[in-house]
């Protein structure tokens, strides 16, 4: 397909309302699924070849160990590793990096930004903690990262370990509060309690991490109305710099799913997307009457915090991104790789002195413009001038079906250079967003 070709959209696909098993959320492009080990050669060239101009480089690690997994979680976790194995792990990520930082892709560059998550990263202790990150600095130096992200599980932090993680220079502190009721975190299969979320967030905020994000999810086993306004008051009592808020899906490797697959249910034991939907919305009303500016599908920032998302914006626009660690999703020169996905074969390669890459692609350009195309949507607004200039493609023709039914359908406004979505189209853009997906990638289900 060319440039100046006008897709036609795909057929208005039905408006699901009872959340089915299958993931949603739309994370990358294209889809994961057309990532394969042919592909490996492209991602050895792209290792090899030093970095295009003034293009960012991140580093995320992944860490793959919890106290307990989740009912709803989809990630790659463990929760029966052992010391030894954990420190093996840490000890191989950190020759991961090595072994990344000695090859041609890296120039000159340091990290942009810096992103660790899980899996539960607060699991790990102070002495870990300290010793991961000094031999990550001393590899790759984060001294002129804008924004280091560390995700928490509120029952892991101890009064140390946040000072341990203050002092690592971490700028962005994000808690998986996801609901303040201890009787749904306990059905749904989290850890923690509600008494830890206070306690850990009180002690970071007296820290002075310049932002601290609260997560929460609508739509959970059991969550009710009352309960939803209810978790909106105590994040507004909280008053976090950032709020993030999900609607619950069921993806196939979840324990909810595997129930349900087990009881021949086709409809998941959760609120229905319509529900869903409304909950962020009241969420997000009630936020921005408090002081707070909807800044993507998912978050909401208060004004005049020093909140900001270097991680997603820069990588939303094609930064490069190292992934380290079991499962973890690079991308480098335009090439999209991940490693590979179980625990031993990623140790295994890794003791042999071997990058634990497992699969990859290489999109063609008019897939690296989808990408950034669907991304930057989910911010809730892009401006078709950044299109013209990065990939020569001007997406009001090129999408003109698209963006014109979206309109009418009280979904996008047309401001001028800016294409933006109204609360209606952001509350389910995950849903729109495929329909500029190639025929050939509609294969998966979407809300």
């Known amino acids: 397909m060319s440039a100046i070709d006008v897709q036609t959209p795909p057929a208005a696909s039905p408006v699901e309302q009872e959340t089915a098993a299958g993931n949603y959320f739309v994370s990358n492009y294209p889809p994961f699924s057309f ?46 590793k052992d010391s030894s194995a954990v420190k093996s792990y840490l000890d191989l990520a950190a020759q991961e990096l090595e072994l990344y930082a000695a090859r041609p892709f890296i120039g000159a560059r340091r990290p942009q930004f810096v992103y660790f998550g899980g899996g539960t990263p607060s699991y790990l202790s102070e002495p ?9 600095k001393a590899i790759l130096p984060w001294d002129q990262a804008e924004e280091v992200t560390f995700e928490c599980e509120p029952g892991t932090l101890t009064d140390h370990k946040l000072e341990t993680l203050r002092k690592i220079g971490v700028t962005r502190l994000s808690l998986g509060v996801e609901n303040f009721s201890d009787h749904i975190l306990e059905i749904n299969g989290r850890a923690h309690r509600s008494p830890e ?5 009180q002690y970071a905020r007296g820290l002075g991490f310049p932002q601290i994000n609260i997560d929460l999810i609508a739509g ?23 709020v993030t808020l999900y609607q619950m899906e069921i993806p196939y490797n979840t324990k909810i799913y595997q129930e349900m697959k087990a009881q021949g249910k086709l409809v998941a034991p959760v609120a229905d997307w319509q529900t869903k939907r409304a909950w962020v919305r009241q969420a997000f009303e009630v936020l921005e009457r ?25 990588l939303w ?16 020169g335009g090439t999209h790789f991940q490693n590979q996905h179980d625990f031993e074969p990623y140790l295994a390669r890794l003791k042999a002195g071997q990058l634990p ?23 809730g607004h892009l401006s078709a001038a950044y299109f013209q200039r990065k990939f020569g493609i001007d997406i009001r023709a090129r999408f003109a079906a698209t963006l014109a039914r979206w309109e009418s359908l009280g979904f996008m406004q047309n401001d001028g250079d ?10 389910q853009v995950d849903r729109l967003v495929t329909e500029f997906f190639l025929p050939e990638h509609r294969n998966a289900r979407y809300a």
Not at 320 to 331: E, N, P, R, W, Y
């Open 197 to 201: 979320i206070f306690r850990a967030y």
């Open 35 to 80: 990532w394969t080990p042919e592909r490996l050669p492209e991602v050895e060239a792209a290792l090899n070849r030093p970095p295009a101009k003034e293009t960012p480089l991140g580093l995320y690690l992944h860490i793959p160990f919890c106290r307990k997994r989740c009912h709803f979680c989809y990630f790659r976790v463990y929760t029966d």
């Open 357 to 379: 890459i497992y699969r990859g692609l290489t999109p063609t350009s008019e897939e690296r413009m989808i990408r950034e195309l669907v991304l930057q949507f989910k911010l």
């Open 220 to 242: 959970m086993v059991e969550e009710t109305e009352e309960n939803w306004r209810v978790n909106i008051e105590k994040v507004l009592a909280l008053s976090p710099d950032s």
């Open 290 to 314: 408090s002081g707070y500016s909807v800044a993507s599908g998912y978050t909401a920032v208060k004004q005049g915090a020093r909140a900001r998302f270097v991680y997603r914006d820069s």
């Open 128 to 136: 870990q903690l300290l010793g991961l990150t000094d031999r990550m």
């Open 418 to 427: 800016w294409l933006r979505l109204t609360r209606d189209g952001l509350l």
């Open 317 to 332: 626009q094609g930064a490069d991104m190292i992934g380290l660690g079991v499962a973890s999703f690079s991308h480098i």
